[in-house]
């Protein structure tokens, strides 16, 4: 590899000096989200357009050095950060923030890949529209990283995930080419999805500089439901009721295991947690929104809640009255990963089943890790709709979390993956690979599909300085 000084020099000419950073604190970037990886970059290179990033990456393939792409930096799997060696070049897309267009016609909006999220549902909304990917990092992921790693998030069951979302993308290819394919068509049978392969690709294939995504009309109403509900059957069971009578009105259907609510509670008891004198087991989040009117929205949702009552798979339930009771409701849900992580460091899982197989795998899989790791808590939620899982394990109670994550993340994770290997599942939902699930990757994933993985990054990629040792091993990386 070449000097990279001479590359520096280039990079400042490229971008302007003051975004080029080597000195001083750059945690923000080096480090991930779960702080569980401190890397080291040759330096942060923050272009503010496409034209820069292209001019980038031309720069370090010549050179052949790593580009790490990021944008909030608010990965769970150690995906867009450097490694340790002080070679890597962490390309910040976040200058690169603006709305280039929303065609209201088209129901369409073209933005930078630098977006933050929320401000995108904000100027969506202002113009009358609906984006509806929803994430509790929303404030600060942005729409290049939903795009890399196919975010999901509380409204997939409606919706759908990030890829689905998207009508067309702005990349620069790993050789510095910018392919321009934000056409917004919603038809267009000519050759190769060249969208669909970089979405979930994490900054391994190129760099995702702008995307058109579609919009939908703002629902006249939005009613939030939380319901008790005796067992993860009844969940199933109530889901089922949902998707019948409420058909495409359902856009939210969250599960929380009662372990998880408590942790809410013990961490944030200014939250009122409906139920929590009760036993039971599990709670779901449920949001109906409604084209026609709020009274047409209510009587739809109160039917639905008094069948599922009937029928014994709700307990008792409550419908928010307003907005701010609704945004209550959802507080509570969103509130579990920072209650967890207050609780202490854990084990993470991101899985998805057959919504059908969710009460056995989880009834299995609970008995298995509690007879290998007595006292193990279980902090289990998710997105029920979408069969996607947040299956965490955390220490006992009084143990010391760290030396837990050291010494039991093998084993916690042998067991939990080999039953959703058992259950057909994947091992990651919604979250990805990155460095932290590449190995576990290879081993739960077919030779086939791996080598299929493979040859295309080859292609793409011949140099491997795209994400380098991201989601696939790649002998070519630099």
């Keep these: 590899m070449n000097s ?117 549902q904000k100027v969506c909304e202002q113009a009358g529209f609906l984006y509806p990917l929803s994430l509790g990092s929303e404030g600060s992921c942005t729409i290049g990283g939903n795009l890399g790693s196919n975010a999901g998030g509380t409204q997939v069951v409606r919706y759908g995930n990030t890829r689905e979302l998207c009508l067309g993308l702005e990349v620069v290819t790993a050789q510095g080419e910018i392919w321009d394919g934000l056409t917004g068509l919603r038809k267009d049978n000519t050759g190769y999805d060249l969208r669909h392969l970089m979405i979930g690709s994490e900054g391994t294939l190129g760099v995702i500089t702008a995307a058109t995504m579609k919009l939908y009309p703002l629902p006249v109403a939005q009613l939030t439901a939380f319901a008790a509900v005796p067992s993860l059957e009844a969940a199933v069971q109530l889901l089922g009721l949902a998707q019948q009578h409420l058909s495409s009105g359902l856009t939210g259907f969250e599960v929380m295991g009662q372990f998880a609510l ?36 209510r009587e739809r949702f109160e039917h639905l809640l008094e069948m599922a009552m009937e029928a014994g798979c709700v307990s008792d339930a409550v419908v928010a009255e307003n907005f701010g009771q609704a945004h209550q409701l959802w507080h509570i849900r969103e509130s579990i990963p920072l209650a967890q992580a207050q609780e202490g460091i854990n084990i993470k899982h991101d899985i998805s089943i057959a919504v059908s197989r969710i009460p056995a795998f989880v009834h299995e899989t609970d008995a298995l890790l509690a007879a290998a790791y007595p006292g193990a808590r279980l902090v289990n939620y998710g997105h029920l709709g979408d069969g996607n899982l947040h299956y965490n394990v955390q220490a006992p109670e009084g143990a010391d979390g760290e030396a837990f994550l050291r010494d039991q993340e093998k084993g916690v994770n042998t067991i939990v993956f080999g039953q959703v290997d058992a259950y057909r599942g994947s091992i990651s939902a919604e979250h990805g690979i990155g460095s932290l699930k ?41």
């Design 438 to 478: 590449r190995d576990k990757l290879e081993q739960h994933k077919s030779p086939v599909a791996l080598e299929m993985m493979r040859a295309i990054k080859r292609a793409l990629d011949p140099q491997g300085i795209m994400n380098p040792g991201r989601m696939i091993r790649d002998n070519a990386a630099p």
């Design 262 to 297: 408590s942790l809410v509670s013990k961490h944030f008891p200014q939250l009122r947690i409906p139920f929590q004198d009760t036993d039971v087991p599990y709670c779901v989040v449920l949001e109906n929104s409604d084209q026609e009117s709020e009274s047409h929205a």
């Design 4 to 120: 990279p000084s001479p590359l520096l020099g280039t990079l400042r000419k490229i971008v302007g000096n003051a975004h080029v950073l080597t000195q001083g604190d750059l945690s923000a970037w080096e480090m991930d989200w779960r702080k569980r990886e401190r890397g080291h970059a040759l330096a942060v290179v923050r272009p503010g357009s496409t034209q820069e990033v292209a001019g980038v990456v031309k720069a370090c393939a010549a050179a052949r050095v790593g580009i790490v792409p990021q944008g909030g930096n608010t990965g769970m799997v150690v995906g867009s950060t450097p490694d340790a060696s002080g070679t890597q070049v962490l390309l910040s897309l976040t200058r690169m923030n603006h709305v280039r267009a929303l065609d209201a016609a088209n129901l369409t909006v073209t933005v930078d890949a630098g977006c933050v999220l929320q401000a995108v």
